[in-house]
């Protein structure tokens, strides 16, 4: 299975079909337990604990399961009905982690993760998720777009990450998960911004 994996290649948004989607999807904590630095390493080493089992199932299948995530690491993700993928992960910085989908995925393009502190108020951070893609193929736009099934899964998914990436860092929460979505095919369109209120 890692001798495939390795063997895949990158599929970029430029090889994907529909409109070029950047989503943002963030979460701002006031005085956590843990400091910005020790966060981003408890998320890099929980990815698969963060990520929940239902809607989307990470199994890291190159790398060790419990070490902290290194270019190369992929993971293999069972997604709730037809769209399981697999991804890599491309970058990795003091305070982010970006990962790029492979042949196959449902999306085309990139996803970082990031952790960081805020200049205002003091002593807060943010936790965010932060997508440039696009569909794979003429399929999956128009069950993302026009079923909307795609859309739905996905922001649970990633907005579920945020919430529990927020208790493991403790401190308050300063609002619920914030959503973003900016389509760079259509330049005089807003973005679409939205709050998850909590559960």
């Not at 956590?32 to 630095?37: C, G, K, T, V």
């Not at 190159?62 to 709730?80: C, K, N, S």
């Not at 970058?91 to 999306?107: A, K, M, N, Q, Y």
Request: hydrophobic fraction near 40%; charged fraction near 25%; include cysteine.
């Amino acid at each position: 299975m890692a001798a495939s994996a390795a063997s895949a290649t990158e599929q970029s948004a430029d090889s994907g079909s529909g409109p070029l989607l950047e989503r943002r999807y963030f979460i701002d904590l006031d005085h956590p337990r843990l400091s910005a630095a020790a966060l981003f390493q408890y998320v890099s080493r929980h990815v698969a604990e963060l990520a929940p089992d239902l809607l989307a199932e990470f199994e890291k299948t190159h790398g060790a399961p419990d070490d902290e995530l290194r270019v190369g690491h992929e993971f293999h993700i069972r997604i709730l009905g037809p769209w399981n993928g697999r991804v890599r992960v491309v970058e990795v910085g003091p305070r982010h982690f970006e990962l790029c989908t492979l042949d196959g995925h449902p999306e085309a393009g990139r996803i970082r993760f990031a952790v960081r502190e805020l200049a205002l108020p003091r002593g807060a951070v943010r936790f965010e998720i932060r997508s440039r893609a696009r569909s794979r193929d003429g399929l999956v736009a128009f069950a993302y777009a026009t079923i909307g099934v795609g859309k739905q899964l996905q922001e649970e998914t990633w907005v579920t990450f945020c919430r529990r990436v927020a208790e493991a860092g403790g401190g308050e929460p300063l609002g619920p998960v914030q959503v973003i979505t900016h389509n760079h095919d259509a330049p005089a369109e807003p973005a679409e911004q939205h709050t998850r209120q909590p559960l």
